[in-house]
Structure formats: structure tokens, C-alpha cells
């Protein structure tokens, strides 16, 4: 099915593309490749010499005079001791005669708009030296030295220590971030040193908001600031990963270990049923969502997990992450921001003539950190012997049972798992001009990180550019680009799962050479599997470019283009020897898909800001226009002539071809007001208008105001702690949205393929909804803002109240509209809890500093109202995230008991006419005399009590360490592996080394039930045996670094050095059996959360970093 438009809400499309581009190139380049001094004259004008002759420069000039229209003005006597020139009889341009006249460069020239040529003497410099300094008397390097009025700079070296040329007169300033700067005229002393002190003002921190950025003491919403530096000393794969324990409000859960995987970030809460729960993420300005254009269910299933828009970032490039939580600070991405807003900034150029290049290489070796200790072929033998005796059944013979023999035996862990070594490289240089007019940063990236199971495999190229100059005082204008491919081989969540279950009694090889295989259940086994061509490939390119105008003083405009294309290939081929084909007799099954997805944003704004008095007033306003589309080409081939290299879709007997594609707009105005008071009092107004062509004519308009006020305490006359510098009291309130869901829920769909009376037709697969809206969520924000002790302690208290209304879930509907259910807003969703982050400089002193981050967050959430809608087992009055099932009472330890219970039953049977002694005897919750399905119940909750982070950074000499521990407290995991590893149903896979412990009348205090094959007391059903208590700390990851002596870096030619050893999950205290509790089989999903099911498990990673600055 594919739905196309003529026109959608983005209106300029690809000719304001071109236009953009073309301007912006032609001022760039007349920015960077302007006209010398010499060269002042048109190449025009030509002076004829009747005859050789020497002159003087006067009579030059007059020469230039009388045969253009230029006209001379300096000092006279200016030239009376300057040696004369030399002419021959000829014809020579004006520029090369006045090279000729003035050709030892010590005069100024400066050409009007009146053809007037004015000639000053420069004046004679000197070279001033000096060295800058703390105020502790520590060298300071990389301070801006510049003449006042010039474009001449230089920064200082790692020693503090300067050298610039300047004439007696002029001004030099010195300029450093966090300090004061300091200007001081040039006089006859040629040596000048200078002490900086702290500018406790601009050493304030600055946080990034929605379309700018705030001090932040002047912030009214929740806002996290990620400490970026610290996180890139673990040298992460991907942002989203290293965010884990380093924000209040933020769960990071991860699906699988395997090379590439993303994570999936919950902000305070799941907020959407069917729609995607992922905060908003905002790359240089660009906002861009995971999915992003997906438009139907197959794309969703197949190319999630590669559409993140994380993944095309290098967490190297990246300079500044802030988490905006609150509905002020949120509100004005409208309804984008119910699940909050990620804002990513990239680095960009440095205020140096000379380019600053870095460089960093790391090698790393991974390996599990737990694995499963399962049966060997002999273990395998006695257990499944021993389960068919109990059922009372014949035990086949070996032939059929054992078709390999009682010899073989396999571990497939080992025959799987292999020790992986990544590498990733980094490349940057940046730099631009002293007085901030050009800024430029460029970046290469190469990532190669390699599975623990064979065969799986994910590589990256990634590059950066950023630019930006300033083609005048008013204008400024940049671009922004960044282009990654990636290759994910193998990578599936099931791997590890079939590996672990697979029986050790199977060969690799038969005795011919060919794989063998277990004849009952069709499956290849792992080694020949983890063989089998399996990739996704993925292409990413991000453009943006932008204008900035001060239409006056205070009053700014800036217009912004942004363009992503992202392109995905997915190719997965089963081989004609794997079993299952050879059970469906075919040659092979080829699965292979295209995807792509574009977008194109347009923002303008404006932005005042103007201070008078004790008043601070700050405006943004902006309109903003969106356009996305994907599509996708799904090809299911089968019959092959080869299985290696005839392997394309042309080359298949059969041919199934699927495609489609959607495109959707969304039309944007939006404003955000800030007003402080003698920085004691804030108010902050923002709203948003959103038009979306996801909805249907009468809902496609969403309104999302917000307000926020805060009051500084600690300014208060009546308000005197000496030992508190700041404590800040905010509030906020507001309403945010959410569209995150497929495109036109309000239209019917249609599908080909129905067949009626001989003829092929098309039928509607959908029940539309033309009333379907918005999902709106209202969020109360309450927190104290402190910090004490001479800044020493800073920290952060919150309550928050998040409520979702108007969720879209299923009802039923009546069966003559030719369905049974339809999308409808009808639920509400309530997600509350506190958050609480702190910062402690532990100690401070020259030779060792302390530093230690904690935070913690606690959130529950309840479904309030489902008003008869229904998804899955959602109850009223419950958490999202509950398991339900059966309540083990005990084991079962004679026949007596069952008899008595089945006795007392209504029904003559308590629970199973196969109960035996060993089987689990669940709880009679209804006291009805009787197990049935009244008599499950609420068994667990996936979510935490509290989560958060523990971040210690140790500073002694050229040593730094840092260990970041994240933990989660009263969390419960569904573990699914119990029930295929430690209870017995067939011979048909592995099971884990504890069920040798399973219960017997000789063995009768344990909690394994019994081996009997068929399971006839189903004692896999759902229970309280498979929950368990998840609870974790973990030492997520381990820095040690050392910063070489700069004294020896200086006769390399190297500014920096440093080389770390690094280290991730560590280890981890937990009373989870299963490998990891921090895993989850399905993170993505928004019911699946805390579910086990043997996926990729984590990985330890080791790893040798070497870091240079030139």
C-alpha cells in the first residue's frame, strides 16, 4: 500500500535548497578569498612610459593620477628619503607600479569609494613576550593574546608564555574562558605578564534550550546537563549506552550486547501505549526522532533498531548533551516533547589562527561476563532418560533418540564465542580566527567493533564539518555536515538463545563434511548458523546551513535548512542445507530490504533580549515547517542455483516483492518569553502550535502552552546562610504531545489480494477513526535548585507529575462496521516520582582533587482510566509494567497432599488429573477450591523503587581515575530462561546444570520441580518461580589516565598527551540468577520491559586509549 501526495505542509522543498546553497557558497567564498592590499586597483588600469626614466614616488603618483581617475591623499614629505623607481618605456597595470613604489610593505593603503588611494605609514613594531598566569601563580595555556582593533593574535603555550608583534601605542587584550579579561597598552617595557583572575559571571553554567541556550541559574524548567568529558573517557560505541547512571530522570535499558545496539531512554516514564516512548533527540539544531519515518508495521519491525539518529554521531564530535524533562522546557517542540528532549551539540571551531588537531586510538578487548553452564552430552542423556521414566513412558531407542550416538558431545558455547579486539580511530582539527569572525571543526571517525559470537560484526565511518563566518558585522552564516555508513553483520537478539539450548549431542560436521543437524527439530545448529550472510547496512547524511541577521541592537533573526537522507539495507539468506529448507524442500531463502527515509526542516526565528534597570527580558518566536517520507522494498526470494554466488533476487525461482512508503508534514509556530527580575524573580511563558497531516481535518491542530516561575531565594535581604551561595525555588506547569505513532490512523487502509467471484481485489485491512487526536500530557514540575560551600556542593530536589490523557488504545466495535476493534483516544496514564542529582568537589587542593556525582530517581506509574479500551493486560489502578500469573505455594512432596486438595475441590481436581508429587502447587487466590484463570494474579512490577548513578573522578599528579557505578533498587525480571533451562519438557534442546538438582523423593528440599517429559502438570505456565528480585549495582565502567609531562611533549611538537585504560561492567552484586539484570530482551518495547529471554548478553571490555593534541 503506498499513499503519495501532491503538496504537504513543508512548502519551499528543494528550490529553497538550492538557493540556500548557492548564497551561501558564493558569500563564503568571497569571505575567505578577499583582496590583498596590492591588489586595491582595478585590472584595468594601465599606465603607458614613453621612454625609460627613473622617478620619484610623487612623480609616480602623479603618473597613476593623470592617466585614471585615482587620486592620491597621504603626508607630505612622506616619501622625501625613499629611494626612486626605476620604470622601463612599455605599458604596466597601476597595481604593479604601486607594488613597485611601495614594495617594502611598510605603508597602509587603503582604497575608497571615491577612487581615492590613502597612504599612512604603519607604524614600527616591536615584539612584546610575557607569560600569563592564575591567580595561583599556574601558567595558563591557550589564552587569546590579540591587538586591540586587529586581526593579529596568538594564544598563549602550555606554558602560559606568548610572543606578538605590536607597535607602542596599541592595545593588547587578553581573554580566557572563565576569566577576566585584562587589556594593557604597549609602552617601552617589551615584557609583559599578566595575572588573570575568575569571572565567577561568565563561569556560570550554560545549558542548551529549545532554539538557545540560558544561564544556568537562570533556568525555570528541569534541565540535566551531561558531563561530556567524563563520558568519553569510557570510549563509548554510542551516546545512548554511555548515558546510563549520568542523569536523574533517566532510564537506560539495553536490549542485547551485540556490536551496534542501541539502548532504549525513558524520560521519567513510558507516556505512550502503541507510539514510540524515545525522548526527542536535537542534533545541532536539527530535531530528529528514532524511527524516524517509519509509515507501516514491517518497516518498524526491520529497521528499528537502525533508524536511531545516534547512530550517525560519533560520540567523539560531540561537545554539550542536555536533558530537558519538565513541560517548560520541553513545551516548545509541542508534540514532540511528551517523552522529553535530548539537545546535542557538536564541537565546533576554536579562537586560533593555528588549527588545534587531536587525535585518539583505542583497542579494546571484550568477552562475556557470564555464561550459562549447561549440560554435557552424558548430563543431557541421564536427564532425559530420567524424564521419560517418570512420565512412565518407553524410552526410545538410541537410534532414534541419540541419532549421532552417546560419544558425541559439544559445547556450543565454545564452538561460538570468541574473544573480540575494536578498534576506533578519531581524527579532529579545528580552529578559525582570534576575534571569533570563521570558526571551523573537522572530523573523522572509524569504529570496528567485533562480536563475542562468531560472526557478528559492526563497523562505522563517520564525518563531520562544521563552518561557520561572519560576512559582516550583522551577518553570520554557517554549515553543518555530517555523513556516516555503517555494516552490522549477524546481529540478532535470538542467537545466544538458540546457541545455549541447542543439544551437545549433535556434531558440527557429519562424517561427509556437511553440517549436521538435529533431525527432530529442524534446526541448524549454531556453528554452521552463525555462518549464514547476515547484514544491515546503513547510510546516514545530515546537512544543515544558516543564516544569522541583528536586524538591530537586542533584535536577531536566523534562519535554519536542514536535510536528512537515510538509507538501509537489510540481507539475511538461509542456505539450501539449512534444515528447515531442506523440510519445505526448497534452495534456499533469501530476505532482503531497502529502505530510505528523508526530512526536510525550515525554522525562523527571532530573538530579543534587552536588559534595563533590574529587568532581564528574553524573547524567542519562530515558525517552523517539516516534511517526512519514507519507503521501503521487501523481497522474499526462494530456489536458488547456488548457494554462494548466485545469490540475487534475479536468480530465484520464486519471487514475492512487497513495497510501499508515506509521507507526512507538520506546520509549527511557536514562542518561549523569559523575564527576570533583579535576578530574584523568573517568569516563563512558552506555547506551541502544532498542525500535524497525521490526524484528520478536524484534529490536526495541537496546542501546547506552558508557564514556569522561580524565585532566588538566596537574594532575599531577609535570607542570610552564610554557607548557602544559591537556593533557587521553581515550578512549572504544562501540556506536551505526542504523535508518535503510524501515520493516518484517521484514513482507511487497503490491501490487495482478496478474492471474490473469480476476480482479484482489494479490502480494507483497517477501521478508521476520523476523530482520532493528539495524545496530551500534563506535567507539574516542582524543585529546589542549591548550592553551598563556595560552590563546592550544587545540587538539585524535584517532584514531578506527569499525566497522559486521551492515550490511543483498542475498543471494540460493533461486527457490521467489518472489524472487531478500533484506535480511539480513551486512556489515561499517571507517571510521577521524585529525582535528586548532587555534585561534590570532596576535596580541592593542588595536588589531589576529589570529585564525586550522585543521583537518584524514583518513578511509578498507574493506568488511571481505560474507559473500555484494552491493550494486552492492562488493568486499571495497576503499573505499566506488572507481570501477572500463578503463585507457587510449594512442591508437591507426596500423593497424599493432592488427594486431600483434589478432595476438597468442586471439581474433583485441584489443579491437574497429571499432578504427581515434585510438581508445583500453585495458590487458590479466589478460594474457589480450584486452579483456573481467575487465579492469577500481579506477581511482580518491572519498575524499579529508584535508579540513578554513582560518579567518582580522582585527580592526584598526572593521574586521573574515575568509576561510574549505576544501580536499581526493587525491580523484578520476568526470567524466562528458567522455564527452557530448568524445567523439563522435551529432548529436544539443552538444559542448564541446575536441573540435575531437580526434585526427587530423595532430593525433596528444592524448588526445581521434577524431570518429567511432556510436562504434564504445565509447570512452565506464567508464576512467581520465573520473577525474580533484579536488584543491582554495577561498576559500569573504570577510567585510569595519565597525562604525560608537557615539558617532554614540547620537544615532540605535541601540546597534550595522554594514554587510559579503561574498563566496562566490571562487575556486578545482584541476587539475579540469570547473566546480566540489566539486560532486557526486548527494550524497545513498551510491555516487554523486564523480560530475560537469553539475548545477546553484555559484554566486559577492556581497553588501551592514546590521546594527542598537536
Known amino acids: 500500500m503506498e499513499i503519495k501526495f501532491t503538496n504537504t505542509l513543508f512548502y519551499p522543498r528543494k528550490a529553497i535548497l538550492k538557493c540556500i546553497m548557492k548564497t551561501f557558497i558564493l558569500l563564503f567564498c568571497t569571505s575567505v578569498f578577499s583582496l590583498t592590499s596590492t591588489t586595491i586597483l582595478s585590472q584595468d588600469a594601465k599606465i603607458s612610459i614613453d621612454q625609460n626614466k627613473v622617478l620619484s614616488i610623487d612623480q609616480v603618483f602623479d603618473l597613476i593620477r593623470t592617466q585614471t581617475q585615482y587620486t592620491f591623499i597621504y603626508q607630505e614629505d612622506m616619501f622625501k628619503n625613499a629611494p626612486k623607481v626605476t620604470l622601463e618605456k612599455g605599458v604596466i597595470t597601476a597595481n604593479k607600479l604601486l607594488e613597485l613604489s611601495l614594495g617594502n610593505n611598510n605603508y597602509e593603503v587603503i582604497l575608497t569609494g571615491t577612487n581615492e588611494i590613502i597612504i599612512k605609514k604603519k607604524k614600527q613594531q616591536s615584539v612584546v613576550t610575557g607569560q600569563v598566569k592564575d591567580e595561583n601563580g599556574m601558567p595558563l595555556g591557550g589564552v587569546t593574546v590579540l591587538v586591540k582593533g586587529s586581526a593579529n593574535g596568538v594564544a598563549t603555550d602550555i606554558d602560559g608564555r606568548y610572543s606578538i608583534k605590536a607597535s607602542k601605542g596599541e592595545v593588547l587584550k587578553f581573554s580566557y574562558v572563565g576569566m577576566m579579561p585584562v587589556e594593557i597598552p604597549v609602552g617601552d617595557d617589551l615584557i609583559i605578564n599578566i595575572v588573570l583572575t575568575v569571572d565567577s559571571e561568565s563561569l556560570e553554567e550554560v545549558v542548551l534550550v529549545g532554539y538557545g541556550s540560558q544561564k544556568r541559574s537562570d533556568i525555570t524548567g528541569s534541565v540535566t546537563k551531561v558531563n561530556v568529558a567524563e563520558m568519553n573517557k569510557t570510549n563509548p560505541i554510542s551516546v545512548d549506552n554511555a548515558l546510563v547512571g549520568r542523569a536523574s530522570g533517566v532510564h537506560v535499558v539495553t536490549a542485547s550486547g551485540a556490536p551496534g545496539s542501541n539502548a532504549s531512554i525513558r524520560i521519567r516514564g513510558i507516556t505512550s501505549v502503541f507510539g514510540n516512548n ?175 559470537i562468531y560472526g557478528t560484526n559492526y563497523k562505522r565511518n563517520n564525518l563531520r564539518a562544521k563552518l561557520e563566518t561572519s560576512l559582516s558585522d550583522k551577518l553570520r552564516v554557517g554549515v553543518n555536515f555530517n555523513y556516516s555508513d555503517s555494516n552490522n553483520k549477524g546481529s540478532n537478539t535470538t542467537f545466544y538463545y538458540q546457541i545455549i539450548k541447542y543439544r551437545p549431542d549433535i556434531p558440527i560436521f557429519e562424517e561427509d563434511g556437511s553440517y549436521a543437524n538435529d533431525p527432530a527439530n529442524f534446526q541448524s545448529n549454531p556453528y554452521a548458523k552463525v555462518r549464514y550472510p547476515s547484514y544491515v547496512d546503513s547510510k546516514n547524511l545530515i546537512l544543515s546551513l544558516f543564516a544569522e541577521y541583528e536586524l538591530t541592537k537586542g533584535l536577531q533573526f536566523k534562519s535554519t535548512y536542514s536535510y536528512t537522507k537515510g538509507d538501509n539495507e537489510s540481507f539475511r539468506y538461509t542456505p539450501s542445507y539449512d534444515p528447515f529448507e531442506l523440510r519445505n524442500n526448497r534452495k534456499g531463502t533469501l530476505n532482503q530490504s531497502n529502505s530510505g527515509y528523508s526530512s526536510r526542516i525550515w525554522d525562523n526565528t527571532l530573538t530579543f533580549s534587552k536588559s534595563f534597570n533590574r529587568h532581564d527580558i528574553n524573547t524567542v518566536a519562530g515558525v517552523s515547517f517539516t516534511e517526512n517520507s519514507s519507503e521501503y522494498t521487501s523481497i522474499r526470494a526462494t530456489d536458488f542455483p547456488d548457494d554462494d554466488v548466485m545469490v540475487t533476487p534475479g536468480a530465484a525461482s520464486s519471487l514475492n516483492l512487497t513495497s510501499g512508503g508515506t509521507i507526512s508534514g507538520l506546520a509549527s509556530y511557536f514562542l518561549r518569553a523569559n523575564y527576570n527580575f533583579d535576578n530574584k524573580y523568573y517568569l516563563t511563558f512558552t506555547g506551541r502550535a502544532d498542525n500535524s497531516t497525521k490526524f484528520g481535518p478536524k484534529n490536526q491542530w495541537g496546542y501546547f502552552p506552558s508557564g514556569a516561575i522561580a524565585w532566588r531565594i538566596s537574594k532575599e535581604k531577609f535570607f542570610n546562610v552564610d554557607f548557602i551561595d544559591d537556593l533557587k525555588l521553581r515550578t512549572s506547569y504544562g501540556k506536551t504531545g505526542s504523535a508518535n505513532f503510524s501515520d493516518f490512523q484517521y484514513a482507511t487502509f487497503f490491501e490487495a489480494g482478496s478474492y471474490y467471484n473469480n476476480n482479484n481485489g482489494v479490502i480494507s485491512n483497517t477501521i478508521p477513526n476520523p476523530d482520532i487526536k493528539w495524545e496530551t500530557t500534563d506535567q507539574l514540575d516542582i524543585a529546589l535548585d542549591f548550592s553551598m560551600w563556595d560552590r563546592r556542593i550544587n545540587g538539585s530536589v524535584g517532584y514531578f507529575n506527569k499525566n497522559t490523557s486521551d492515550q490511543i488504545l483498542l475498543r471494540d466495535v460493533i461486527l457490521e462496521t467489518g472489524g472487531t476493534s478500533q484506535y480511539s483516544n480513551i486512556g489515561d496514564f499517571l507517571n510521577k516520582g521524585f529525582e535528586f542529582q548532587i555534585g561534590v568537589d570532596v576535596i580541592a587542593t593542588e595536588r589531589f582533587q576529589w570529585t564525586s556525582e550522585f543521583n537518584m530517581t524514583t518513578i511509578k506509574s498507574k493506568v488511571l482510566k481505560l474507559n473500555g479500551g484494552y491493550y494486552r493486560n492492562l488493568i486499571e489502578g495497576e503499573s505499566i509494567s506488572y507481570f501477572e500469573g500463578y503463585r507457587v505455594a510449594k512442591i508437591f512432596q507426596n500423593q497424599e497432599e493432592i488427594d486431600a486438595l483434589n478432595a476438597a475441590s468442586p471439581n474433583g481436581v485441584y489443579q491437574s488429573n497429571n499432578t504427581a508429587p515434585g510438581d508445583f502447587m500453585y495458590v487458590d487466590v479466589n478460594n474457589d477450591g480450584y486452579i483456573g484463570g481467575d487465579d492469577r494474579d500481579i506477581i511482580g512490577n518491572a519498575e524499579p523503587d529508584f535508579f540513578g548513578g554513582f560518579n567518582n573522578i580522582f585527580r592526584f599528579g598526572n593521574f586521573e581515575v574515575s568509576a561510574l557505578f549505576n544501580y536499581s533498587v526493587g525491580n523484578y525480571l520476568y526470567n524466562s530462561n528458567k522455564k527452557d533451562l530448568l524445567i523439563f519438557s522435551n529432548y529436544n534442546n539443552n538444559y542448564s546444570k541446575e536441573i540435575l538438582g531437580a526434585w526427587t523423593s530423595q532430593n525433596p528440599n528444592v524448588d526445581i520441580p521434577r524431570l518429567v517429559s511432556g510436562d504434564p502438570n504445565n509447570n512452565r505456565r506464567d508464576s512467581d518461580f520465573f520473577i525474580e528480585d533484579a536488584s543491582f549495582i554495577k561498576l559500569k565502567n573504570l577510567n585510569i589516565t595519565y597525562k604525560f609531562n608537557p615539558d617532554i611533549l614540547k620537544k615532540l611538537f605535541i601540546q597534550r598527551a595522554s594514554v587510559s585504560l579503561s574498563a566496562s561492567n566490571v562487575f556486578v552484586i545482584t541476587k539475579y540468577s540469570g547473566l546480566d539484570p540489566e539486560v532486557n530482551y526486548n527494550a524497545a518495547s513498551n510491555f516487554s520491559q523486564g523480560y530475560d529471554s537469553a539475548s545477546y548478553p553484555s559484554v566486559r571490555t577492556f581497553t588501551l586509549g592514546l590521546n594527542l593534541n598537536l
Open 278 to 452: 524515545e525522548p526527542l533527540y536535537v542534533i545541532d539544531g536539527l530535531p530528529m526522532e528514532i524511527g524516524q519515518g517509519q509509515g507501516n508495521d514491517f518497516y518498524a519491525q526491520n529497521f528499528s533498531s537502525t533508524l536511531s539518529p545516534l547512530s550517525s554521531i560519533n560520540p567523539m564530535d560531540i561537545e554539550s548533551i542536555d536533558i530537558l524533562k519538565d513541560a517548560s522546557a520541553t513545551a516548545i517542540y509541542g508534540s514532540r516533547g511528551a517523552n522529553g528532549v535530548v539537545i546535542i551539540t557538536t564541537k565546533k571551531g576554536s579562537y586560533s589562527s593555528v588549527p588545534n588537531i587531536s587525535l585518539s586510538s583505542t583497542t579494546s578487548i571484550s568477552s562475556f561476563t557470564n555464561d550459562y553452564s549447561m549440560l554435557d552430552a552424558n548430563q543431557y542423556h541421564s536427564v532425559v532418560e530420567e524424564a521419560y521414566g517418570n512420565a512412565g513412558a518407553t524410552i526410545p531407542n538410541d537410534d532414534e533418540l541419540y541419532p549421532f550416538g552417546r560419544e558425541v558431545n559439544t559445547n556450543w558455547q565454545e564452538q561460538t564465542d570468541q574473544t573480540a579486539i575494536n578498534t576506533n580511530y578519531y581524527l579532529n582539527a579545528n580552529g578559525g580566527s582570534l576575534n571569533g569572525s570563521s570558526l571551523y571543526s573537522l572530523s573523522a571517525g572509524v569504529t570496528d567493533q567485533k562480536g563475542v
